[in-house]
């Protein structure tokens, strides 16, 4: 089935191509998946794309379904520099999840072959990086190489998610993900957490008898 993009909006080479007329150099877009799961971990991606042979099908990943993702997702591979950064359960508690995905997002751009000239960050906040950065408000939706960036971090973190799926069957990793669906709900309470679920925060909190239930739960 070929898949399909959710909204007519697309991201363009607009920002890109501005910062280019100002100064020549690399141009790395990055974006993060899994901020909000009760589990995983949380991956970041950076992204060089060719600006002659432009990866296709490329939107914000919330604006594509799996399949329209899994084809833009080959086709970033195929045509430009991508790096990856996997912040774990352990660091997302030991440091909180916000620091954790900005160590994510500037562990993404250490993992690029080239350094940057320039980093294009999805969000309201800096990680500390290398090199010169601009952040950049619903950036996946508006900037092509923050797109490729969310695509590829989503990708990644899902085929994460499906095979610890395997290692810890019945919470139905591989379809929510990790993220706070009724399904999860139930299997957390049913089963308990694993060594994957996230202990800082409440849902999971809550499932381990640290704190008492409300109604937000």
Request: aromatic share 4%; net charge neutral; proline share 5%.
């Amino acid at each position: 089935m070929v898949g399909r993009i959710k909204s007519r909006y697309r991201p363009t080479l607009e920002l890109e191509q501005a910062e280019l007329a100002l100064q020549p150099g690399a141009i790395a877009g990055i974006d993060e998946a899994g901020r909000g799961p009760w589990a995983g971990p949380v991956v970041a991606a950076a992204v060089i794309l060719d600006l002659d042979n432009l990866p296709s099908g490329v939107a914000d990943s919330k604006a594509l379904d799996a399949d329209a993702r899994e084809l833009a997702f080959a086709s970033v591979r195929r045509t430009s520099q991508i790096g990856i950064g996997i912040a774990d359960v352990g660091r997302i508690d030991r440091d909180n999840i916000l620091n954790a995905t900005m160590w994510a997002m500037a562990a993404a751009l250490r993992d690029l072959k080239t350094k940057p000239r320039l980093a294009l960050i999805d969000g309201n906040r800096l990680p500390q990086v290398s090199c010169s950065a601009r952040a950049i408000v619903r950036g996946d939706a508006k900037c092509l190489s923050i797109a490729a960036a969310s695509i590829v971090a989503k990708v990644t973190r899902d085929r994460i998610m499906a095979e610890l799926a395997e290692t810890y069957p019945g919470y139905g990793f591989e379809r929510h993900k990790g993220y706070g669906t009724p399904q999860h709900r139930e299997a957390l309470e049913r089963l308990g957490p694993t060594d994957i679920h996230r202990r800082s925060f409440r849902p999971v909190q809550l499932a381990l008898g640290l704190v008492e239930a409300d109604e937000s739960f």
